[in-house]
């Protein structure tokens, strides 16, 4: 059974980077795996920030940058803001017409 | 826009239909998605369907539910047989720019649950 891997919380201070990831329990995440971001404040629906590993979507702020490290998809923030306080999930292509989402990282700004 | 309708309370092993109703865009000429949450937890995949008819479900939903579109009322649906507790959720619909994403537009979610 496959898992899609997050970090469940991270902190960062205002103005300072954070970088979130996004594994596979089983493999490495290439840009195969089109890995995508979703950024979802608390009875909000979701946002999509970053698709195909490093394209930002429309109207996302350019500190918000998609990566890969090593073998996992990576969400870096740079000069983060009180409003980036959210929960953040990735999407993986997994194969055979199938996605998956991460649990999630809550992220805190303090 | 997407305006999602139809969850509501229903017992294990009913029915229900969710609908997904667009504006600005035509439902069939696009990538189509439905992902849940459940109440407190996080992002599931439920269903996709490309603009060229092809259909996909979760492992946890296939067989069970069935996402299919109507193009006079430029609407997206999802039947849901045979449900769950485990199927209690907030349900959004998505309209992809691609087979590869989610989004960017999403409706505001209709919540179903499933309890006796």
């Known amino acids: 059974q496959t898992v899609v891997t997050q970090e469940p919380s991270l902190s960062v201070s205002p103005g300072g980077t954070v970088t979130l990831t996004c594994g596979l329990s089983?493999?490495?995440?290439?840009?195969?795996?089109?890995p995508s971001w979703y950024q979802q404040t608390p009875g909000q629906s979701p946002r999509t920030l970053i698709y195909t590993t490093n394209t930002r979507s429309s109207g996302v702020p350019n500190r918000f940058s998609g990566s890969i490290l090593g073998n996992k998809a990576a969400l870096t923030i740079t000069g983060a803001q009180a409003d980036d306080e959210s929960d953040y999930y990735c999407a993986l292509y997994v194969g055979s017409a199938i996605w998956m989402f991460g649990g999630g990282t809550r992220l805190t700004v303090l | 826009q997407l305006v999602e309708s139809g969850g509501g309370l229903v017992q294990p092993g009913g029915s229900l239909r969710l609908s997904c109703a667009a504006s600005g865009f035509t439902v069939s000429s696009n990538f189509m998605s439905w992902v849940r949450q459940p109440p407190g937890k996080g992002l599931e995949w439920v269903s996709k369907i490309y603009n060229e008819g092809s259909r996909y479900y979760a492992d946890s939903v296939r067989g069970r539910f069935t996402v299919s579109r109507d193009i006079s009322e430029n609407t997206l649906y999802l039947q849901m047989n045979s449900l769950r507790p485990e199927d209690t959720a907030v349900y959004y619909c998505?309209?992809?720019?691609?087979?590869?994403?989610?989004?960017?537009?999403w409706g505001r979610g209709t919540l179903v649950s499933v309890a006796s």
């Open positions: 089983s493999g490495s995440v290439s840009s195969s795996s089109y």
């Open positions: 998505a309209r992809d720019q691609s087979w590869s994403r989610f989004g960017p537009d």
